[in-house]
């Protein structure tokens, strides 16, 4: 995705999740991919505490619905599994 290098896409993306959240609900599941995305670009801001934390929401998202997938759980415990844990300075 040429739109997670833009300059603003950080903010546009957490802009955007704020709307989502007023308009839908903070526990729809339609904010899921959206905050996997929020993830991706904390890490490439070197923000792994942050993007963590915003994997670990989608993931309560996801369980939280009935009849969810184990596989989508899976995919996300997995990613938050690869992201590096923050050293003390």
Same mark, same amino acid.
Do not use: C, F, T, W
């Given at each position: 995705?040429?739109?997670?290098?833009?300059?603003?896409?950080?903010?546009?993306?957490?802009?955007?999740?704020?709307?989502?959240?007023?308009?839908?609900?903070?526990?729809?599941?339609?904010?899921?991919?959206?905050?996997?995305?929020?993830?991706?670009?904390?890490?490439?801001?070197?923000?792994?505490?942050? !993007?963590?934390?915003?994997?670990?929401?989608?993931?309560?998202?996801?369980?939280?619905?009935?009849?969810?997938?184990?596989?989508?759980?899976?995919?996300?415990?997995?990613?938050?599994?690869?992201?590096?844990?923050?050293?003390? !300075?």
């Amino acid at each position: 995705m040429k739109e997670r290098n833009h300059s603003d896409a950080y903010s546009l993306l957490q802009e955007s999740l704020v709307r989502l959240e007023q308009a839908a609900g903070a526990q729809d599941p339609y904010l899921v991919p959206q905050l996997v995305e929020l993830a991706r670009l904390h890490v490439q801001h070197d923000a792994p505490e942050a !993007a963590r934390r915003v994997l670990q929401r989608a993931i309560d998202i996801v369980q939280a619905q009935p009849g969810h997938e184990q596989q989508q759980v899976d995919a996300l415990n997995e990613m938050l599994s690869e992201i590096p844990v923050q050293q003390a !300075a």
